[in-house]
T-cell receptor, first 117, second 118 residues
């Protein structure tokens, strides 16, 4: 099956710094990628939809200037958490859609745990 | 907006027994997809089973089957012959099939923690 990777898997940063998380589709081209956020023992919440070569579409309540998304190629989308604060600590998961598969199935990355001190 | 409700925060079943996880959803759309995902402690999301709303036949994948009741907006997951490896969080998810433009991420329920007792 299709493989999606995320880097880093775990990052600790100081409050006020910016952190970049990468999401890569390793064996297929993903024109669409999604970013989710998961708080401990909670569900996944869709943050934004990333389309290659265009601006991301953010869900209501998600700050565009805080969570910068760039989808510069068919295999890479990045999420940058700018001026991170402790409340941004969470588990961030990306998924990539393979339009070549039935139902345009999404494949999930392994997630990135962000801890802001 | 669509909502997905999982009313069972936790379920426990004896190994080799059968367990059913409940999921209801609310939508005004007629065309959509429903999914069950498994999230083990590694937190990697794993697709368990999918259902296309326009198909009346319930989906089945080996020991996993669903009971899809479109009129009732219900989508339960039955796990037969439960195994220790089935222990995980299970999330029910909805995806629109009508947007077409790719802006159709998944809407998840809050999850059910499934415990398998040996």
């Amino acid at each position: 099956g299709a493989v999606v990777s995320q880097h880093p898997s775990w990052v600790i940063c100081k409050s006020g710094t910016s952190v970049k998380i990468e999401c890569r589709s390793l064996d297929f081209q993903a024109t669409t990628m999604f970013w989710y956020r998961q708080f401990p023992k909670q569900s996944l919440m869709l943050m934004a939809t990333s389309n290659e070569g265009s601006k991301a579409t953010y869900e209501q309540g998600v700050e565009k200037d805080k969570f910068l998304i760039n989808h510069a190629s068919l295999t890479l989308s990045t999420l940058t958490v700018t001026s991170a604060h402790p409340e941004d600590s969470s588990f961030y998961i990306c998924s990539a859609r393979d339009w070549g598969l039935p139902l345009n199935e999404q494949f999930f990355g392994p997630g990135t745990r962000l801890t802001v001190l | 907006a669509q909502t997905v409700t999982q009313s069972q925060p936790e379920m426990s079943v004896q190994e080799a027994e059968t367990v059913t996880l409940s999921c209801t959803y609310d939508t005004s759309e007629s065309d959509y997809y429903l999914f069950w995902y498994k999230q083990p402690p590694s937190r990697q999301m794993i697709l368990v089973i999918r259902q296309e709303a326009y198909k009346q036949q319930n989906a089945t994948e080996n020991r996993f089957s669903v009971n899809f009741q479109k009129a009732a907006k219900s989508f339960s997951l039955k796990i037969s012959d439960s195994q220790l490896g089935d222990a995980a969080m299970y999330f029910c998810a909805y995806r629109s099939a009508e947007s077409g433009g790719g802006a159709d991420g998944l809407t998840f329920g809050k999850g059910t923690h499934l415990i398998i007792q040996p």
